[in-house]
């Protein structure tokens, strides 16, 4: 599996499914969640009510699927990332979660390639570095024979850099 590092809009970028940061109630909010609902249309919220009323909330760490509107994606994968809190290894192992449930849903759907956002570093405030750890180490340890690309899109300039020092580390 490739992985890549872009900084940019996950919006805009062109793979088969991109993952978003969602809530458990799957009915949109801010940050990354709110831009994808914007881009991608009424289509996609449709389908997290269709999701609710099947399932329920989606719990942390458990990811659903949903068309992708307007985005030139085919897929929207929403995963609902940990509120970062004093329990470490709790919110550790559920971004852990997120990142490797994404991943099986993805494969399960065919996904050749796929753009995640930096899952819960923004309103759900966890430590930048600690999550693209999690992140790098789950998508490193995958093994796919579907998935053959994995772009992790970062929005700032300091999730960029750690990414970059993560992948391409100093010789
Ligand atoms: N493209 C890529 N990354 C983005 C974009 C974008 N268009 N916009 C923001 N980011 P956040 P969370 C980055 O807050 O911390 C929502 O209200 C952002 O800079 O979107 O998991 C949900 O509904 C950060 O690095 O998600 C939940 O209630 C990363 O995306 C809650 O926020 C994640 O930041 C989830 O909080």
């Known amino acids: 599996m490739k992985i890549e590092v872009i900084k940019g809009d996950i919006t805009k970028i062109n793979t ?15 940050g ?6 914007r ?28 068309t992708a509107g307007n985005l030139s994606a085919q897929y929207v994968i929403h995963t609902v990332g940990p509120v970062w809190n004093d329990d ?29 956002p930096n899952i ?8 930048k570095e600690l999550a ?11 093994q796919s024979d579907i998935i053959e690309k994995v772009i992790f899109v970062c929005f700032d300039e300091e999730n960029e850099e750690i990414y970059k020092k993560l992948l391409n580390p100093p010789l």
């Open 32 to 37: 990354v969640d709110g831009a994808i609902h």
């Open 88 to 116: 470490k290894e709790k919110s550790s192992k559920l971004l852990l979660d997120c990142y490797k449930n994404s991943l099986l849903l993805a494969e399960n759907l065919g996904v050749k390639t796929i753009a995640f």
């Open 16 to 30: 088969d499914a991109i993952v978003n940061a969602a809530n458990s109630s799957l009915l949109g909010g801010g």
């Open 132 to 142: 693209a750890e999690i992140a790098v180490d789950e998508v490193r340890k995958f």
């Open 39 to 66: 881009a991608g249309g009424p289509q996609i919220l449709e389908d997290c009510r269709a999701i609710r009323n099947r399932q329920g909330k989606c719990n942390t760490g458990e990811a659903v699927v949903t």
């Open 120 to 127: 819960s570093t923004g309103i759900y405030k966890f430590p």
